[in-house]
Structure formats: C-alpha cells, structure tokens
C-alpha cells in the first residue's frame, strides 16, 4: 500500500473514532431560565425577574453545580456594606432524582448601595449521582442575610430546569439504586475528558488499521 493511501486510511479511522465517541457522550442540556422572584422582605414583599443559568462540571465523585444570577434581586433601603450579605439557595432536582442540593457563596466583596437591586455571587455546591438516568436541575429558593435579617425569594413563575444531565452512578451496576457519581456532563463546549476519549478511540482504530496493512503487506503475492 503507497503511503499516500495508508494515510487516507488512518484518516478515515480517526474521522470514525471520533464520531463513535461523540455519539456515546452522555447528553447534557443548559439553558439560561428567566424566574420570576416574589421576596419577602423585613420591609414588605418585592419582585425581581432574572435569567438563571446552571452548570456543572465534573468534581471527584460528583458535580460541582454552579447557580448564576444575570440580573439582581431585590433591593435594601440602606447601604449594605462590603462582607455584610450572604446568600445561598437550594436547586431542586427532578427527573431520575428527586430532592434538593444546596448551594452557597461568598458574601459581597462590594457595597451595595441602598435601594439598588442586589447582585448575587455566583452560588455553587457539589452533587453527587445516586441513581443512573436523565437528573434536572431547576432553580428553588433564594436566601439573603444581611445586616441581622433574612429576605427569602421563591420562583412564582414554575421555571423549568436550567440544566439536564444524563448521569450513571459510580458503584459500577448501573441500577438506579446505586450511588456514586456519574459521567462527565456537556454544558458548553465538548469537555476536555471527551476531548481525550476521542484522542483515545483514534489511536485504538489507528492501529487497528496498522495491523490490518502489515497483514495484508506480508501475505504472498
């Protein structure tokens, strides 16, 4: 075989290699969902709409689930000052598991001037897969403390989850009893673990194709 066609084979093994991994990627859906806050706050109750966006990414065992906030919520009459608000919230988890996953942040690094909508630091946590299966991620209640009170804000709107991924717990059994964490999820662009994958399965079928020349290049003519 010329050079020329043993490359065209190796090229073909790596284009197949990488389309049988992508294909066996576990699915995963982001979406950015706007939810519609009613706070109850120490000076009367308030409403904030914000697109809330979540993420994950492969940690250890789980997940480390990040809440974002693009807009801010809720006000206060008087300045905050920098360290004095500490939020947190919780994400409810639908689909093959149900419950709720806590998630906190950091405490403002800022001011916040009075009557200002109050910006929320990112907020994340870690979710570790107990069962196998499609798991959502939706946003729950909002928890503020500041300055000795407690605003607390509940979507109002019934959003839909912000994020869904298609998980495998770790023990091995892949029954839905099981518990442990899961496979790599795609929230963006192809993660660097499927990136390797795809490495991997090129270099398996690229010498597969190897063998397949050499065998066929000592046969008799």
Known sequence: MSNRKRTAVLATAAALAGSAVWMAA????????DVNYTCETPI????????????GVKSGSGYKI???WQKGVSSSPVELGAGSMKPSATIKLGGAENGTLNVTGSANQAAIPENTPIKINDLSGT???????KVTFTAGVLTIKALGTTTTCTPTNTPGPS???DVTAASGGGGEDDSGGGELP???PEDS???LGTLGGTVLLAGAAGVLWLTRRNQPR
Do not use: F
Not at 44 to 55: E, F, N, Q, R, T
Not at 127 to 133: D, L, N, R, V
């Open 186 to 188: 795609q929230t963006g």
């Open 193 to 195: 673990a499927v990136a």
């Open 127 to 133: 979710y570790t897969p107990k069962k196998t299966g």
């Open 44 to 55: 009367g109750d308030k409403s904030a709409v914000s697109p809330i966006d979540i993420k």
């Open 163 to 165: 994020l869904t991924l």
């Open 26 to 33: 576990p699915a995963a859906m982001a979406e950015v969902v």
């Open 66 to 68: 990040t809440m974002s």
